[in-house]
């Protein structure tokens, strides 16, 4: 029978247990590792009302943008944020830790084909990483997003992933920690807190991973772009500056900081205080400054490297702290103390440094001018001396990580992340945004297309934005807007921000996605209002902009000409693609916010992404490669196929069973619709290659086996030989012992009736053995179990002594257990079976009802009642109605027990009491009501005649009337009419009738009237 073991794990799906060797498999059944995977995902769909669909392609309504959405929402509240959209996967940022990066789910992707587990980022670095292996092609991983969408997170995990899952030597090992380790360094000198996020990345970052012929990861290469230098002069309010000075200031030694000049509270330093907000409660800085100076050991900073990179970084501290005093012409420096941190730290001289901070070179006709600075002019320089010689640091600092990682490059991973910054560097971030959006949409959207054109095939053509007419806006020769800065910057006059902005009025004032509004510089590349770039014309910020104009070399030119650079390396790679959303601006974990999403999805062009994929197919390759890689499944085309590529294939998908919606062929490619038909072929492969293997080494093995065994078979037919000898003569013994048992007992059956003698005993030992063994196996199980077998003659007084003894033991145990309050309940059972049994209609049904102690408690009877008892035990109440001798009325009472008398009691008032010794009996009808009456002398003048009462609990109550009065014997059972005394000499009737429901009333002929049902018939 077959054994099915599954669990939940946090992603989402349910799994096989692993076996004994670490398979996914079924117990009992051939069934492993792949098919386990297949029962996995089929499992995870049935639960697609609860948390969504996997793969956005299995959307029902796939156009309408709001079931995209609330499949996100679904699996989001269910913490599953990973969704696919064919091979491009959507990541939502939890904004909280999820126990889904383990080792263990490291192993359960590794090799596993794409589309048989859950979504995962695992998933993507696997696919990506044996593409590279088994097709020899770069790849490209493209993780885009906004800020906090968790982009740089996700490239920590892919790295994370190589690092556990790829081939490992002493090398290697080293390799992967420098890469893992190159993370948290970046982080601290390029990473700070904005509004957005509290680890945003405020440089773009391009990074090859580089492997081995074998796998290995031996090797990387990291370019930076754009790192975002005014963050270290300025923050905005909630904001901090780059990681590294609070980890240095926090967890910096005593020795060090003093060495350094530096004081352990961020407060102290000018460049620290812009945005108030020195302390972030998801930050540890502490704890991060170890982490850094580990990770710079690990990546092979010496200890010079290291102090002269610290020292650099407070250099930036001080500078934001050396002030300016002197005439409004004429600045001087007013803080001598830093300008000595600075030179020593900086190793310059003071004299040189100071002038530097106070005066500007001018070159006039091969002469050199110093003029002095005023006291703006100087605040600038000097916050453009600290801009550049952080942005110098950083760039040395990723140059010293490529040193230790050069190798040659065989994959690629890539992030960029959008930060917020001067107006040309948040300019130049929206262009290269709109750039990779750009190759998003040829590599994946348009290229989709075009090639199912050019192979002939039919499908319905999917409408979607392209953007190129955005790029050409601003890229665009001699018409675009760096064409038109660059002439802007290079004209002779005065250049400020009004002429740039009537320049681009007058060039491309009339583009449809170009809008001006005000003061600002807007492009709409879609319906909604996206903002490509902003250009400020307020007063404030007119200096930036004449320092942005003097840039050398025309920045944006240089940046297009890096972008270009870029997008080169991009195409030649083979693209995944991770698209990462942000779920809200608050960075609270659980809260979906639908708007943000819905403009996200919208400029990421998701929705243009899932109609291609859910039109399109999920797999296409050239015939040759497919017909090379797939040949041994059909015998027709294995081992070699000689005509048409096309027929080959033909021949081969019809032998593997494709129906004809499942695959389509073009002119030169096969095209796989659903990824579970390339599925089973890649598992029929799998099983395939095990009989190729098996055929090579059966030869083998066949020839080196076949001597071996000749000398075996030999040897073996001797020892057969003398075993098959040793068995028969066995066997002929064990028969011979057989024969002379069946004798035995034959001839015992024959005289079992006489005398026991030698010819019979052997017989009788047997049938007494057989009985007792009988009789052992079929014991009475309790008392009232009658049963016994019937035993042989020779054993019948034997029998009966066995069964008396066996029914004493059984009894002694049974009243051994029994407890006095069961004891009790019994005998009370047992005085009602006497009085009442196969006498009254009810009692029946009372059987099962065990008799209580009391009816009424102490808070249901009167204080004054109880008074009035006095020394007087109560042993039994109960509440009943006593019908009045005039009328009949009925009349809610409480019958008290007591030792000596039966009271009635009404509220705090005795009613009556009645002395067991004066009760001349009790008389209750034979049907089921609970109609009883007390007889009393008529000459008692204490008494007014008999009392009629009804109780609930009839049977309970009169049994424990007839103990308390020792009356077992008074009580009659009538059937039809109860005559009583009524006082005065007076009789009354009681006439029982059996009805369909109980009824007591006072009839016509003035009796009174009791219509009971009958309950059993007797």
């Known amino acids: 029978m077959m054994e099915l073991k599954i669990q939940l794990i946090p992603t989402g799906e349910i799994i096989l247990s692993p076996g004994k060797n670490g398979e996914n498999h079924c117990h009992n059944c051939k069934v492993v590792a792949s098919d386990g995977v297949r029962a996995m995902m089929e499992s995870a769909l049935t639960a697609r009302d609860r948390v969504g669909v996997q793969d956005f392609v299995l959307l029902e309504n796939y156009t309408s943008e709001a079931a995209f959405i609330e499949n996100l929402r679904k699996r989001f509240k269910e913490n599953l944020i990973y969704t696919y959209i064919g091979s491009v996967l959507v990541s939502v940022n939890p904004y909280k830790d999820l126990e889904i990066y383990t080792k263990n789910h490291m192993e359960r992707y590794r090799g596993v084909n794409f589309y048989e587990v859950s979504p995962h980022i695992y998933a993507v670095a696997d696919n990506s990483y044996r593409s590279m292996r088994t097709e020899g092609k770069d790849q490209c991983i493209l993780i885009s997003g906004e800020s906090g969408a968790g982009k740089t997170e996700a490239s920590k995990k892919i790295l994370q992933y190589y690092a556990v899952t790829c081939p490992a030597s002493e090398q290697v090992q080293t390799v992967k920690d420098r890469l893992l380790q190159s993370n948290p360094v970046l982080e601290a000198f390029g ?85 108030n907000c020195p302390k972030v409660s998801s930050i540890n800085d502490r704890s991060d400054w170890k982490v850094v100076r580990k990770a710079l050991t690990v990546i092979g900073f010496s200890e010079n490297e290291v102090e002269e990179l610290l020292n650099i970084i407070a250099s930036v501290l001080h500078l934001g702290n050396v002030q300016y005093g002197g005439e409004d012409s004429n600045a001087c420096i007013t803080s001598d103390i830093q300008i000595k941190y600075l030179a020593r730290l900086l190793g310059v001289n003071v004299s040189v440094l100071t002038e530097a901070l106070t005066h500007k070179k001018i070159i006039a006709k091969g002469e050199e001018l110093m003029s002095p600075l005023n006291l703006e002019q100087a605040s600038s320089a000097r916050d453009a001396l600290a801009k550049a010689v952080y942005g110098r640091t950083f760039t040395w600092l990723v140059n010293k990580i490529n040193a230790s990682l050069t190798y040659t490059v065989y994959t690629l991973i890539h992030t960029v992340d959008n930060v917020f910054s001067s107006p040309f560097e948040q300019f130049c971030i929206n262009y290269c945004n709109e750039k990779l959006q750009q190759l998003f949409i040829e590599l994946t959207l348009k290229s989709e297309q075009d090639e199912y054109e050019a192979e002939g095939i039919t499908w319905e053509p999917v409408q979607y934005f392209n953007n190129k007419i955005i790029c050409d806006l601003v890229e665009e020769k001699f018409k675009g807007i760096i064409s038109i800065l660059d002439e802007e910057c290079l004209r002779p006059g005065d250049a400020s921000d009004l002429t740039f902005l009537e320049k681009l009025e007058d060039t491309v004032g009339g583009h449809a996605h170009f809008v001006t509004l005000q003061a600002s510089v807007f492009f709409a590349p879609f319906a909604t209002q996206r903002p490509l770039a902003f250009i400020s014309l307020s007063p404030a910020n007119h200096l930036s902009f004449i320092i942005f104009l003097c840039l050398p070399l025309q920045a944006a030119t240089q940046f297009k000409a890096s972008l270009a650079k870029l997008m080169e ?86 032998h593997l069973g494709y129906k004809p919606e499942e695959y389509k062929m073009g002119r030169s490619k096969i095209f796989i619709r659903f990824p579970k038909t390339l599925f089973a072929t890649e598992d029929a492969l799998e099983t395939r290659k095990h009989s190729l293997a098996t055929k090579l080494q059966a030869g083998w093995k066949g020839y080196s086996q076949k001597c071996k065994y000749q000398k075996l078979r030999n040897s073996a037919i001797a020892v057969q030989a003398w075993w098959r000898g040793i068995l028969a003569r066995r066997r002929a013994q064990r028969r011979r012992q057989a024969a002379n048992t069946i004798r035995r007992f034959i001839k015992g059956f024959i005289y079992r009736h006489k005398e026991r003698c030698p010819e019979n005993e052997y017989f009788l030992d047997y049938v007494r053995y057989s009985f007792l063994m009988n009789l052992c196996k079929n014991l009475p199980k309790n008392v009232l179990d009658k049963s016994w077998p019937t035993p042989p003659a020779a054993l019948t007084e034997a029998s009966e002594h066995l069964r008396k003894m066996c029914m004493q033991n059984m009894v002694w145990s049974y009243c051994k257990k029994i407890s006095p309050e069961w004891k009790h309940q019994m005998e009370q059972k047992m005085i009602a079976s006497e009085i009442f049994k196969d006498k009254k209609d009810n009692y029946p049904q009372s059987v099962p009802k065990l008799f209580v102690s009391t009816r009424l408690d102490g808070e249901n009877i009167n204080p004054k009642v109880v008074q009035a008892l006095g020394s007087e035990k109560m042993k039994y109440a109960v509440p009943v109605t006593k019908y009045d001798r005039r009328g009949y009325k009925p009349r809610p009472r409480q019958l008290l027990l007591t030792a000596n008398s039966a009271v009635i009691a009404e509220e705090g008032k005795l009613k009556q009491r009645i002395d067991y010794g004066a009760l001349k009996g009790i008389s209750v009808s034979s049907l089921s009501d609970g109609v009883f009456v007390l007889h009393v002398p008529s000459e008692d003048n204490k008494q007014k005649g008999d009392v009629v009462l009804q109780s609930d609990h009839v049977i309970e109550t009169l049994t424990k009337i007839a103990i308390c009065a020792d009356k077992i014997n008074t009580i009659n059972i009538n059937q039809g009419s109860i005559k009583f005394t009524m006082g005065q000499g007076k009789e009354g009737i009681i006439d029982f009738t059996p009805g369909s429901e109980l009824l007591v009333a006072k009839a016509k002929n003035g009796h009174l009237s009791v219509t009971a049902p009958r309950l059993n018939s007797r």
Request: glycine share 8%; hydrophobic share 30%; net charge positive.
């Open 569 to 654: 390396i991009l195409m030649s790679k083979e693209p995944s693609y991770v698209r990462c959303i942000k779920p809200n601006d608050s960075k609270q974990s659980g809260r979906f916010d639908e708007v943000l999403i819905r403009h996200q999805v919208k400029y990421l062009g998701l929705m243009e992404n899932l109609r291609v994929r859910r039109a399109g197919f999920a797999y296409r390759r050239r015939y040759e490669v497919f017909l090379q890689r797939y040949k041994s499944l059909c015998p027709g085309t294995w081992p070699n196929w000689d005509g048409k590529l096309s027929d080959g294939v033909s021949t081969l998908v019809k």
């Open 191 to 275: 990473n700070a807190k904005t509004l957005r996020n509290d680890n945003s990345s405020r440089f773009g970052k391009y990074m090859d991973i580089q492997f081995d012929f074998k796998g290995a990861p031996v090797g990387g290469h990291i370019i930076n772009y754009l790192l975002e230098k005014s963050r270290v002069v300025h923050q905005n309010h909630g904001e901090r500056n780059f990681h590294i000075f609070y980890q240095l200031i926090e967890g910096g030694e005593e020795d060090l900081l003093r060495h350094l000049g530096l004081e352990r509270n961020p407060q102290q330093y000018q460049y620290l205080i812009k945005g």
